[in-house]
């Protein structure tokens, strides 16, 4: 069962970290962090319940509430776009902007510093 991790810092969680964390839920199959959000593999359904029920609004920094929830599948007739060379100093909210000109922006995210 893949689970979404919300309000990860990904500059400073790692995998390992994260796998700890759920591992005594039962069997972490991988573990995918992004800059403010994870992704967890469960192999059991109900190890990843547990695992949500029990760490939903847990802090694994201080001040810093996770979201654990299962992960939903991409909205029908979306697409996901990779738009390269942006300037650092551009924003989620300016290049929405600029998109949304075009048709409905269901996500947007600016990811710095991959380099």
């Known amino acids: 069962m893949k689970i979404f991790v919300g309000n990860v810092d990904g500059a400073d969680t790692t995998p390992e970290e994260l796998a700890a964390l759920f591992a005594p839920y039962g069997t972490v199959m991988s573990c995918a962090v992004m800059k403010q ?23 694994l920094r201080p001040g810093r509430a996770l979201v654990v929830e299962m992960s939903r599948p991409r909205p029908l007739n979306t697409w996901k776009i990779f738009v390269g060379n942006v300037s650092a100093a551009c924003t989620s909210q ?22």
């Open 37 to 59: 959000f994870a992704f967890v593999h469960m192999r059991e359904n109900a190890g990843a319940l547990r695992a949500i029920e029990a760490l939903h609004g847990h802090e």
């Open 94 to 115: 300016e290049l929405r902007s600029l998109f949304e000109r075009r048709g409905r922006v269901i996500e947007c995210d600016v990811v710095k510093g991959l380099r």
